[in-house]
């Protein structure tokens, strides 16, 4: 329901939007602020909220976002001039932060295997919504005041916060130390001029001045974010955790996935309102174009029980895949077959079939490739940039379709089908994101059915450090129940500290792995409180051993250095009086060591393996041969 109240508020003010101007004595380009305000204000409060959630309680941060939904709608009932419904609108827009947030709840509270299922109900919601809140503002507004559709959102609101008073518990699932003040400031103002660029470029001119300053100045302070989330303790984005190939995947195809759902909203509603004289257009009013619109809102949220299922049972690559694939054909199939109702609401529905498969897939990958207790934040992200999708796709879609504008005052069909083709491309790049983790899935060993999945409830923190006490960032920490089942894992801090999920105060096996450095194990009983001793990682990943010169001895001042069979100097040193050499490596992998002694230019080379441990090679100097070339 929470899901539901997000999508209302975002989408029954949108029928008001031609008719604002008017009603409240401003010109289009001021009104349609108040459709970017909800975008930016989402889009930012989505992460912070989110990260506020792991460290601070999810339940907490759900009520916090409903109260200032409602606090938006008190602003909007009363709001005297555009100033204040766009502030309205942008304390409204918040309550994006409630779909992570939920989502997170869930995993916390409900079995392993409800999950699936729980996350598909969410993205069913937003998509019921939807299509709930075109047909139900425009007819809110037409027969009360519109200031209603403003503050329904907020009533919502309030009975949401009753109910989950009574029904939600506090998740014990929490990431200790600070908020990262500083990165939530830079990535708020990044956000912001990011988004303003895309959703205003329209009308300020793509090459305007505007945009291309918000454009530069938002992607300097990512570039400022990003090395600020490594340095520091407890970072707003998780840049280690969000880097991995498959997070990174499913981050993307958010992004592409939600320009295709949007495609399907923004065009199909079009195709109905365009006036029959253009020859392609159906004549319908605002209302009745969203009434055509709600069956696909309808099979999103009868979808959701099998989509739960196909995820549960074959696994969220799959699921993306088919749904990627039902996207791709759908659009390709609605360019030549968009000319009557019955076909339009045929297409809207074949694409939210997929869509409704990789929506409800997306938050259980992204649940499944990262910590428990940064599961709101990861979602946030994902969120975000699904949103960020959106803004392209109905910038994109504004664009073509202006280019396309006949002295009729209407685009053409040849631009409509153009954005069909754009959504279908940018299916199939969601497929091909998906195809790799879809072959590494297949062959995976399967679970052993005696072994039971935990669940993990109980958060203990911890440090890595070396022998010297000093801290390890960057390290693998990686927590297995008694029977070796998969609990959860964390990335150490730039502390050295991690927080990981367990399934109780019990005995549970960590395992602790480092780049350059030999792994380490740990059975730890937890039972002694939630502080887990620190674990220490004493061995560095090195080549060492003896050079032995042509004469049989020692060879000292010998220089030694270590390749990458790849290509690359990893580091060199000179040997001690007693030809010893000792030389670290960055990760585990083949090397290429040589010696040479520059006096009498005796050379060796040798291949070594590590495999997370140290290896001892001692070489032996060859007199060099010079070979003449023949010919």
């Not at 606090?71 to 932060?97: C, D, H, K, T």
């Not at 090459?207 to 340095?231: H, M, N, Q, S, Y």
């Not at 809102?297 to 993306?320: C, D, M, N, Q």
């Not at 079939?353 to 938050?363: D, K």
Request: charged share 10%.
């Amino acid at each position: 329901m929470c899901g539901t109240i997000v999508s209302l508020q975002q989408t029954m003010v949108l029928p008001l939007v031609p008719e604002l101007p008017d009603l409240i004595g401003t010109t289009a380009g001021n009104a349609s602020w108040m459709v970017t305000a909800t975008l930016v204000a989402g889009a930012v409060a989505t992460p912070v909220i989110s990260r506020m959630a792991d460290m601070y309680g999810k339940r907490r941060m759900i009520l916090v976002t409903l109260a200032i939904v409602a606090l938006g709608a008190l602003v909007g009932a009363f709001a005297p001039s555009l100033p204040f419904l766009i502030l309205a609108r942008a304390l409204q827009g918040m309550g994006m932060a409630l779909v992570p947030v939920g989502i997170a709840t869930m995993r916390d509270e409900l079995e392993p295997e409800q999950v699936p299922l729980a996350v598909a109900l969410m993205s069913a919601t937003l998509a019921i919504g939807a299509g709930v809140g075109l047909p139900l503002g425009g007819y809110m507004a037409q027969v009360f005041d519109w200031h209603v559709v403003l503050w329904l959102p907020g009533v919502l609101a309030l009975l949401m916060i009753a109910l989950v008073l009574l029904t939600v518990s506090e998740s014990s699932v929490r990431t200790a130390g600070a908020f990262d003040v500083r990165g939530a400031v830079l990535l708020s103002l990044a956000l912001v001029l990011l988004l303003l660029a895309v959703s205003k470029g329209s009308d300020w001119g793509w090459l305007d001045v505007r945009t291309l300053g918000c454009f530069a100045a938002g992607l300097v302070l990512v570039g400022l974010f990003i090395p600020l989330e490594l340095r520091i303790p407890n970072p707003l984005v998780d840049i280690r955790t969000a880097s991995q190939p498959v997070v990174v995947a499913a981050n993307t195809i958010s992004v592409f996935m939600g320009f295709a759902m949007f495609v399907n909203m923004l065009v199909s509603t079009q195709l109905l309102q365009t006036p029959k004289e253009t020859g392609y257009g159906l004549g319908l009013d605002a209302l009745h174009a969203g009434l055509w619109m709600a069956p696909s809102a309808a099979a999103f949220g009868l979808l959701a029980p099998i989509s739960g299922w196909v995820t549960r049972r074959f696994g969220p690559e799959l699921a993306i895949g088919a749904g990627a694939a039902i996207m791709a054909v759908s659009y390709l199939a609605r360019i030549p077959f968009s000319h009557s109702i019955g076909l339009v609401v045929l297409g809207t529905i074949t694409v939210t079939v997929g869509t409704a498969l990789a929506y409800s897939a997306l938050p259980t990958l992204i649940m499944r490739s990262v910590p428990v207790t940064e599961t709101a934040a990861a979602n946030g992200l994902n969120t975000l940039l699904r949103s960020v999708g959106t803004s392209t796709a109905s910038a994109v879609t504004t664009a073509v379709l202006a280019a396309t504008i006949t002295a009729s005052g209407f685009p053409t069909y040849t631009g409509m089908a153009t954005v069909f083709g754009l959504a279908t491309a940018a299916s199939l790049i969601s497929l091909g994101l998906i195809l790799p983790f879809l072959r590494q899935r297949s062959a995976e060993v399967p679970a052993r059915p005696g072994v039971e999945e935990q669940k993990a409830d109980h958060v203990v923190h911890g440090r890595i450090t070396d022998a010297a006490g000093q801290p390890l960032p960057g390290a693998v920490v990686t927590v297995l129940g008694g029977q070796g089942s998969h609990v959860d894992w964390s990335h150490t801090d730039s502390a050295g500290d991690y927080s990981v999920a367990t399934g109780g105060p019990i005995k549970h096996l960590f395992v602790v792995t480092a780049p350059g450095w030999a792994p380490v194990s740990a059975y730890v009983d937890l039972e002694r409180g939630p502080q887990v001793p620190p674990l220490v990682l004493r061995d560095r990943m090195s080549v060492s051993g003896t050079v032995i010169g042509v004469d049989g001895q020692p060879a000292a001042d010998v220089s030694v250095v270590v390749t990458r069979r790849a290509g690359g100097s990893v580091d060199w040193m000179r040997t001690g009086p007693d030809g010893r050499y000792d030389l670290p490596v960055p990760k585990e992998g083949t090397y290429v060591v040589t010696a040479v002694d520059r006096a009498t230019s005796a050379i060796v080379t040798r291949t070594v393996v590590l495999g997370g441990s140290a290896v001892r090679t001692d070489l032996e100097l060859q007199a060099a041969t010079v070979t003449a070339p023949t010919g």
